[in-house]
């Protein structure tokens, strides 16, 4: 009965909707689950990261389908006033944490999984004793290039990279997606379907303006990167980008997408790859959950 209570006062609007109910429910019991280790101190200092994470993606997720502000701070008091000075022993905190943390240990289970979008899939995965591996990726294919784009670990390192085949070699890319401070809102360039994409591509309707473009150039290239490069014919090349790469492009909404421009020796462009932010939040937190020191 508390569960139910508690994920009432984080309840949409929309409370006629299944999957925005849900998503209430589930940011109400994760908090719910923070609030009591606030007071008791029971999860450790990995797991306490990954519920922090979660909380931040359950509310990135209710936000988007409608959660106010006022909704999420009301909610959210209400629930850590409840939990505020708890008897840790009892078995109602207990029980809570536990089956948050069974929870935890199923969801890692496998040590991979993939978080699908409306047309692309991240793959998120865990070490398994490989001195290198990709971590994070979503895989892409355009006129004969083919591309594999996420976070791989190397050693002891994070590295955001971009590793392809093409039919030549190309020089240099530039990531190019929306500036969320020149454009606030994404723009579909389909007007909801009544127009062809851009070039015909699904990915681009919802691609950046050119007046309101961030673009994120390489930060260099790995010399030995073929090896992470997609199977298949022709020339390989994998590039690095900014640490900080991953975060920025978590700030665009789902639906939207990012490119990657290819140029040639001379700068010319030669190639063009799409990207679906897509789950891309969730496949993080599943990396960065079973990949914790790396990662972090």
Known sequence: MIGLVLASSLALTASGDDARAETAARLARLVEVAAIDEACAMLPTAER????????????QAEADGMSSATWSSGSERIR?????????????????????????GWLMGGE???????RVWTAR???????????AQDAVHDGISARFGSVIIGEDAVVLLSLRAPRQPASAVLVLRDVQLAPRPVDFTSGGRRQPPGGEPLAGLGALSSGQRRIWTSGVLRDGGRFAPDGDGVTASFTFPGDTL???????AAEAARVDLYDASGARMGRIWIEIGALRQARNYALAANPSPLQ
């Open 49 to 60: 990261a990954i519920l922090d994470r979660e909380i931040a993606s359950a509310r990135h």
């Open 247 to 253: 975060e920025q492009m978590m700030a665009l909404e």
């Open 113 to 119: 999984r993939s978080f699908e979008g409306q047309r």
């Open 126 to 136: 865990a070490a398994e004793n490989e001195h290198s591996h990709w971590a994070l």
């Open 81 to 105: 006033r409840r939990w505020a000075s708890p008897d840790c022993g009892a078995s109602a905190a207990q029980q809570t944490v536990l089956r948050y943390r069974q929870a935890l240990n």
